[in-house]
């Protein structure tokens, strides 16, 4: 068995890692790690994330790719991309990772960090902005693995939890809807938003002026799935008009964000930059050798990417 890893230039380090990570589990694979220009022969599977872009169409009889995230836009918009399995991380521990992040923007929304930061900027001191008030309502938008682990601390941590799905879900303690014919009532009753779904082309934008005109005035928004998910020019004008309260980012149509980004200015925005869910390399290798093993025996890999679908 012959895997190739395949990282950005500049994650050598990161590649080696993932390199020596598979090794311990595969002792007997032959496992390299790419080089610009440098292709092995009878490559069996690749572990990538951003592949170079003309990668993909030199490796000939791949049995699969696997991601080493999550979401699956950067490869999906490959040239020539092998017609063979794509196989992403379900969790790997990014789940509580996210759930991390959700309950902080609950607790921020809840307790009034947000206006307490505008006084801050304004020499103001203003006690009275953090009085407790009751746990706003999440809107979880996307139910998939991580959403769900999501949810599910929300929960235990007493947060009224509602959550959307591109189909119908039932998620114990969650009210739940699906469809876009659900979305409107979905939005209507979220107080903090946060958004989980994939970057497919029914996903782009979803987020526009229209439906954060549909959240309660006041709202808060959390973006920790992929950025242009969320149209960032209407968000900017709904924090504007004082419609929606604050928004918390880690993910942006461009990244790295560009200093001359009016995101990194605005009063209510919080940013971070893309480490909402950082990917563990040893649970991550656990699942990737998982899968490999289940298409080896000729099962279906839990992470298996349904390309019409776009994840």
């Avoid at 953090?130 to 706003?136: C, E, H, L, S, Y």
């Avoid at 938008?141 to 799905?165: K, M, Q, Y």
Wanted: aromatic share 6%; hydrophobic share 45%.
């Amino acid at each position: 068995m012959h895997i190739l890893v395949s990282m950005p230039t500049e994650q050598r380090d990161h590649a080696e890692r993932w390199r020596t990570a598979l090794m311990q589990r595969l002792p007997s694979a032959d496992i390299s790690v790419y080089s610009s220009g440098e292709v092995p022969r009878n490559v069996d599977y690749v572990v990538t994330w951003k592949p170079d872009a003309d990668l993909m169409s030199r490796l000939t009889g791949l049995r699969a790719v696997f991601t080493a995230s999550a979401g699956v836009d950067a490869i999906l918009a490959q040239a020539d991309l092998p017609d063979c399995p794509i196989v992403r991380l379900l969790d790997a521990g990014m789940g509580d990772q996210m759930a991390d992040y959700a309950l902080f923007a609950g607790l921020y929304l809840q307790r009034g960090f947000d206006r307490m930061r505008e006084a801050q900027a304004e020499a103001r001191w203003a006690p009275a902005l953090g009085a407790a008030r009751d746990r706003p309502v999440v809107g979880i938008l996307g139910l998939g693995t991580l959403g769900s682990v999501v949810a599910a601390r929300l929960v235990a941590n007493g947060f009224p939890v509602r959550g959307w799905s591109r189909t119908a879900r039932t998620v114990p303690e969650l009210s739940c809807f699906h469809g876009l014919d659900g979305l409107d009532d979905f939005l209507a009753g979220t107080e903090l938003l946060f958004c989980l779904l994939p970057l497919t082309p029914q996903t782009r934008h979803l987020i526009d002026r229209r439906r954060l005109e549909a959240l309660p005035r006041g709202a808060a928004v959390v973006n920790v799935a992929r950025g242009p998910v969320v149209n960032e020019v209407d968000l900017l004008a709904a924090l504007d008009s004082g419609h929606v309260r604050c928004a918390l980012l880690d993910v942006f149509a461009t990244e790295p964000l560009p200093p001359d980004n009016p995101l990194w200015q605005h009063p209510r925005v919080v940013i971070t930059p893309h480490v909402a869910a950082a990917t563990l390399i040893e649970p991550s290798a656990d699942s990737v050798v998982a899968d490999m093993a289940r298409l080896e025996r000729g099962d279906t890999p839990r992470g298996l990417v349904d390309r019409a679908r776009g994840y």
